[in-house]
């Protein structure tokens, strides 16, 4: 059996992974070494995002993200984050994994400092909505990641804390649920950064993030217009009919100012993407949860990718039969229209 030591084992991650975790390290210990040396019971504003202050240090909109202010949410990061955000610079690269995690932690936290000062000029209490709010932590790209799961692989069922057991795209509602609940009882910061992270994300890997090994008429594709990833089926069947409305009302607008990228009929006004398409994209993602599935039943195995694998059918096909759904690989789900695949 073959032994890594602890440098072969750093040697193994991704580079854009390898200098998040290096910097969360950095960034959270020393932010916990000053509290502890000053005995400092207010925020660092060099290091957090306090919206009374934040303006004089512009960087901390992204650099917060660094900074766990205690040992537990140090831990539960370095736990949860690394390995999330390994497999998905395996399957995006460094490049797009640096552009998804800026866009997420820093559109975030300009929405949070937004709404902090319109609740100063609304309330006019200075010292809780400027001073006596402040952001941190990794809530917002903890979301985030959950929206790319969603995209990647949203029937695939993950056990948590040992008993229960639910589909991945049921995650970041659920993440959502919490952060009102915590909101409503009073504790709007940090967790209100969740819904904020939670849409940022999905509008940018439903109409932005380049596809750059998809190339179709003669350049990369961007963004996802699946059914399977409409904004619709984050909710509940009951909110459907608000949701389709809000969402046909803001995208006509945000195409009508070439806000978003044109990508011909788009889902979530009830239209159907082009069968190529459409077939191409679906065909795509089956090949993606059927790797993971590999890597996940193969974890220790370094020569999994020499395996023999399934023959997939081709892009596009006189039957239409013969392109499978990852739906159809799950047993079927609801698509935006209410009913099942089957």
Not at 139 to 158: C, D, K, S
Request: hydrophobic residues 45%; aromatic residues 14%; charged residues 15%.
């Amino acid at each position: 059996m073959a032994v890594f030591s602890p440098l072969q084992l750093i040697a193994s991650i991704p580079p854009v992974t390898r200098s998040f975790v290096a910097a969360t390290l950095f960034f959270s210990l020393s932010y916990l070494y000053l509290q502890f040396k000053f005995g400092a019971a207010y925020p660092l504003p060099y290091l957090t995002l306090v919206p009374g202050t934040s303006l004089f240090y512009p960087w901390t909109f992204f650099t917060s993200v660094f900074v766990e202010a205690s040992i537990f949410e140090l831990v539960f990061t370095l736990i949860v984050i690394p390995p999330s955000l390994r497999y998905l610079e395996r399957l995006w690269g460094g490049v797009e994994t640096i552009k998804f995690i800026a866009v997420v932690v820093t559109l975030s936290n300009i929405i949070a400092f937004c709404v902090n000062w319109i609740e100063f000029a609304l309330l006019g209490n200075a010292d809780l909505f400027l001073y006596g709010m402040w952001y941190h932590g990794q809530m917002a790209l903890q979301v985030g990641i959950l929206v790319a799961f969603t995209q990647i692989i949203p029937e695939h069922q993950v056990q948590l804390f040992g008993v229960i057991r639910v589909r991945v795209k049921t995650l970041p509602m659920a993440y959502v649920t919490f952060s009102t609940a915590m909101c409503i009882i009073g504790f709007q910061c940090p967790f209100i950064v969740i819904q904020f992270g939670w849409l940022v994300s999905w509008i940018w890997l439903r109409f932005y993030k380049k596809n750059s090994n998809e190339i179709m008429n003669g350049g990369p594709t961007y963004g996802d217009r699946s059914e399977t990833f409409a904004l619709v089926n984050s909710f509940p069947p009951l909110l459907h009919t608000p949701i389709t409305f809000l969402a046909n009302t803001t995208h006509k607008y945000a195409s009508r100012f070439h806000l978003i990228p044109s990508a011909g009929a788009d889902l979530e006004a009830n239209h159907t993407q082009p069968v190529n398409t459409r077939a191409e994209a679906e065909r795509r993602r089956a090949m993606a949860l059927k790797a993971l599935d590999q890597r996940l039943a193969n974890p220790a195995n370094t020569s999994s990718a020499a395996q023999p694998s399934r023959p997939q059918p081709p892009a596009s096909s006189s039957k239409p039969e013969t392109t499978k759904t990852p739906d159809e690989h799950e047993g079927g789900d609801l698509g935006a229209s209410g009913k099942t695949s089957r």
